[in-house]
């Protein structure tokens, strides 16, 4: 229980990733290739990555990285740190779970200590930014839970806690769109789907953050970093197609 950093089991991997390849139908695209290039390019020169997307089902994470390989990334999904909560280590979602590369964070309600979560997340932020010193990417899902009503994305629930994660990082994000015909909410079987990943243009988030607060002048912290937050939120809410942004 004490453990915060997975790395994928071997096995595992292979076979649920033989098994996404057959659920992303070949009509799945990736908007567009050039930006995702220039992203992976930005990897290469030891710049830090962070992508943020909208989440529609547990497997938006194997889906996210089945397109990066089927597209010709596959250094770069293979370099992915995906940032879990608690419940997708219980059983039985942990036997896909630990196909991947994660860390585990305690989201807000998870019942357990609150020392004890508190600092089990401390020690996950300190993994990832070691993970990002080593060549590694993160993907987050700022919403914290599965988007269940009508598909539509919500940009006032990221925990403002969550740009954390962004230090001494491109942020990158990211609208997926058709995961919820793969594994719908309330379902168990999966079935094949066409589904499209757009990327957005990656944000030098050290740099944005200070323009951000010079525009912004007199905020207190904690209002400053739920407006940055929700600024991220609705460059991913931009990039999806108008029945998946939120009706605002």
């Known amino acids: 229980m004490k453990e915060v950093f997975f790395r994928s089991l071997h096995w595992n991997r292979r076979f649920i990733f033989w098994y996404a390849a057959k659920l992303v139908l070949p009509g799945s695209t990736i908007e567009s290739m050039e930006r995702v290039a220039e992203i992976n390019a930005l990897r290469k020169e030891k710049k830090s990555l962070t992508f943020i997307s909208n989440h529609l089902t547990y497997a938006d994470s194997h889906i996210i990285e089945t397109l990066m390989m089927r597209f010709g990334f596959r250094d770069l999904a293979g370099h992915l740190i995906h940032i879990a909560g608690q419940k997708t280590f219980e059983l039985p979602r942990r036997w896909f779970t630990r196909s991947l590369h994660t860390i585990r964070v305690y989201q807000p309600k998870a019942r357990i200590d609150k020392a ?27 919403e914290g839970t599965r988007t269940r009503k ?18 001494n990082s491109y942020v990158v994000p990211l609208a997926l769109m058709g995961a919820e015909n793969i594994m719908p909410v309330g379902k168990i079987l999966q079935t094949p789907a066409t589904v499209r990943l757009r990327v957005g243009e990656p944000v030098d988030h050290e740099k944005f953050q200070e323009m951000f607060r010079t525009g912004n002048p007199g905020l207190a912290e904690s209002e400053f970093r739920k407006k940055l937050m929700e600024n991220y939120m609705m460059r991913i809410n931009a990039l999806l197609d108008p029945d998946y942004q939120a009706a605002l």
């Open 116 to 142: 004890y979560k508190k600092k089990m997340n401390s020690r996950a932020l300190k993994w990832a930014a070691h993970l990002k010193r080593r060549g590694y990417s993160l993907l987050v899902f700022p």
């Open 150 to 167: 009508l598909k539509r994305f919500n940009p006032f629930a990221a925990n403002p806690k969550t740009t954390i994660y962004f230090r």
